[in-house]
């Protein structure tokens, strides 16, 4: 699912292509994609852009009216500038907004259709669709601790809970926390002063730096983010199962539980202990390595 910095490059892209741009017509490929119905999608057509935004994981264009499109893309959800006079692809596109200098088109790969566009009036509209989840990148430093302090949840449950902080998913929290060197599955009211301070450098450094990167790769593709994916090879631990952490060598884990997977370093953020995964540790029992050392061995 495309996070914090990749919405925020997608936001700057946009803001650059589309700066006293209008939004011609919008052509909607699959009836799911659409989940509001008032006001009718029609009434968008024609309106000038007022401006690109972020909200939380959700790319918004503002239009003037008061009228605002929010695109989500979920997991699989790309979207795809395609400058005046390059066709959109018919077939893969689930909607394309044709303006003046050229057609966003809003892809989705699977077969599984998440991604939801909302057109909604005013910003009390907008609003309602926030999460609340906080801005980590503006936050005052005790806003952090109180918001990770709310409840008493895992590191990697608190920092992805969207109510509770802004834009950041599985990917980047796998990295933050090993920034942090804290373990995923500690208890945030287990940290104290200096663990918390440290966490909040780690995401801020982080998020930034992948921004940077980020922006930097898609100025390098005509200013547009051309690969947008949670696994990059420049990461630390997130998607790099069994290959050398960055620090110390050690090969990755991982923790498979449902549909996602948590990535870590055992030597670099829990002590060597290594965690146990809800499929292969119930498997091997006794089996089961209590130590990266023992894995190691």
């Not at 009836?31 to 790319?59: D, H, M, N, Q, T």
Request: positive net charge; contains cysteine.
């Amino acid at each position: 699912m495309p996070e914090l910095p990749d919405i925020s490059v997608y936001v700057e892209s946009l803001a650059a292509k589309l700066r006293g741009d209008r939004l011609q017509r919008v052509r909607i490929a699959n009836p799911f994609l659409l989940r509001s119905a008032v006001p009718p999608i029609a009434s968008a057509e024609g309106k000038a852009v007022a401006g690109i935004e972020r909200l939380g994981k959700r790319v918004v264009i503002a239009l003037e009216g008061d009228l605002f499109l929010v695109l989500h893309l979920m997991i699989a959800g790309r979207l795809h500038w395609h400058a005046g006079g390059a066709k959109p692809p018919a077939r893969t596109a689930l909607a394309v907004f044709e303006f003046g200098s050229g057609a966003l088109a809003l892809t989705e790969a699977g077969t599984q259709r998440r991604a939801s566009l909302h057109l909604v009036a005013g910003r009390d509209g907008l609003g309602a669709m926030d999460p609340g989840g906080i801005d980590v990148m503006r936050c005052a430093p005790d806003e952090f601790v109180a918001r990770l302090l709310a409840e008493n949840h895992t590191l990697k449950r608190s920092l992805t809970n969207p109510t509770l902080f802004s834009g950041i998913g599985n990917a980047y929290s796998d990295e933050i926390l090993h920034r942090a060197k804290l373990s995923p599955v500690a208890l945030t009211r287990s940290l104290d002063a200096a663990a918390a301070q440290r966490l909040l450098q780690a995401t801020r450094a982080v998020l930034a730096e992948w921004t940077a990167r980020l922006r930097a790769e898609a100025t390098a593709h005509a200013g547009w983010p051309s690969k947008v994916t949670a696994f990059h090879p420049q990461m630390a631990v997130h998607g790099r199962y069994g290959e050398p952490c960055p620090v110390c060598g050690s090969k990755v884990q991982r923790i498979v539980h449902a549909a996602n997977e948590t990535h870590y370093c055992a030597r670099c953020q829990t002590g060597g202990k290594l965690l146990a995964d809800r499929a292969l540790s119930r498997l091997l029992h006794a089996s089961w390595p209590q130590h990266i050392d023992d894995l190691e061995k």
